[in-house]
């Protein structure tokens, strides 16, 4: 019966998003907006602070990232979306945009059922992101903004799965399908999602890759960073429930780091973590 149900929820969202015309989940709509300026080679900080301006808790969380410890080593703090948008960037928008779909989310209705999991979820979330952002910039030397946006998305297709699974009540009493539902499909479901949303081949690339298991001789490429800090982030904060999945290897991180290197990058990511959850997080 459950795996019926498991059938039947990817046969709709294949449909969904094999279309010409996407329905993009309410929770996404300012995601959507947000890209569709951002595509806009015209585009100039005052007509995005405009679209921002009209989101009070976009408003909010790019303020406050802009004063955050990791955009602000100055210590002078701002007060208006304008001025904000111009200390962290056009392209961090697009990370708060993400950041605030997933939180409206969480916080809706038909995401009690996933409280536990939810929590993990964000918490790996920050995580990632964090870790991404130092990867790139200690020693994949790529853009450090982008690479924190994958790690802030790489596990949207878990959102979205647990979204479309809280309208099948028996499917969600059901942990263990529920949790290999999650596991199996978050990727790829991810990646079909980010590419209805029109996101970088790159982003869709390491978004897609980073649950596949390989070798990593040297971290280089923005999939090697996410897959990367993906495994790092399962030893201190994973989603995973180990008694449905097993512990996640994390092996190969003895391949890349001695002990002292890793515990330096996970340190140094502590703090981005902080910072990025009280910036995103509310």
Known sequence: MTSQLTFKILEDIARDLSSDEVTFPTFLDITFQVRTALKNPNLNVEQLAKLVGAEP?????????????????????????????????????RTVSFAVAMEQLLQS???QAFEDISKRLWEHTAHVAALCRVLARKLA??????AMFAGLVHDIGV???MSRAAN????????????????GWHDNIGHALLSALGQPES????????????????IQSLSDVLYVANKIANTVASWRDD?????????MLADIFDAETL???????????TSLKKALGG
């Open 57 to 93: 808790l976009m408003s909010a969380k790019i303020i406050r990232m802009a004063n955050s410890v990791a955009m602000n080593p100055s210590g002078r703090e701002v007060a208006d979306v304008k001025t904000a948008i111009v200390r962290v960037g056009m392209e961090a928008v």
């Open 109 to 111: 209705k038909q995401m």
């Open 141 to 146: 030397k790529i853009n450090g903004d982008e």
């Open 159 to 161: 959102f979205y799965l």
């Open 168 to 183: 099948f009540p028996e499917l969600v009493a059901d942990k263990a399908e529920l949790h290999a539902l999650l596991v």
């Open 203 to 218: 982003v869709l690339l390491a978004v897609q890759e980073h649950e596949q298991d390989r070798e990593i001789a040297s």
């Open 243 to 251: 008694s449905l999945d097993g512990a996640v290897d994390t092996s």
């Open 263 to 273: 515990q330096s990058i996970i340190d140094e990511s502590e703090e981005e973590v």
